[in-house]
C-alpha cells in the first residue's frame, strides 16, 4: 500500500516532507506531511481517493488537530556541562536515555515548534547525532463525533 500511495506522489513530481503510519485495530493510518498550494493539496486528495483501500483521506490543516514529533539527539557534553543540560531536559520535559563519558542522547516529544526550540537551545553543546520522526497528527474529536473503520485511512497535513 505504501509504494502505492508514493506512487501518487512521485508520478506527479510531489514531494512527500513526512510519511508515518501506524496500525490501529483493523487500520493503517497513514500521516502524510506536503507542501505545496491548495490546488495541489486537492489533487493528491483526489488521487488518493481512488486507491482501491483507500477509505477516506483529510486535510487536516485546516481543522483543530492534535501534532507530535519525537526526537533523539545526542551531545556532546562534558561532565562539567551536565547541569546546565539537565537544566534543559527538565525546561522541555525531555528525557535521559542514554548517556557516556561525554555523550548524552535524549528523547523530546511535542509540537514542531518545540522540536525547533530543543535543538536551538542545545546546539551550543554540540550535537553529535539527531535523528527525528517527521510530524503525526489525529483531528480533535469533537462530542458525538464517530471514528471512520476498515482498511486504510489517511490523514493529509499540509505545511
Partial sequence: MINRIAGVFARRGYNIESLAVGLNKDKALFTIVVSGTDRVLNQVIEQLNKL????????LSKEPQVERELM????????DQRPEVMVLVDIFRAKVVDISEKTLTMEVAGDPGK????????????IKEICRTGK?????????????????LLLLTQT
Fill in 115 to 126: 522540536i525547533a526550540a530543543v535543538q536551538r537551545n542545545l546546539w551550543k553543546f554540540g
Fill in 136 to 152: 503525526i497528527a489525529l483531528r480533535r474529536e469533537r462530542i458525538g463525533a464517530t471514528a471512520v473503520s476498515g482498511d486504510f
Fill in 52 to 59: 482501491v483501500n483507500v477509505l477516506s483521506v483529510e486535510d
Fill in 72 to 79: 533523539l539527539i545526542k551531545l556532546n557534553v562534558e561532565p
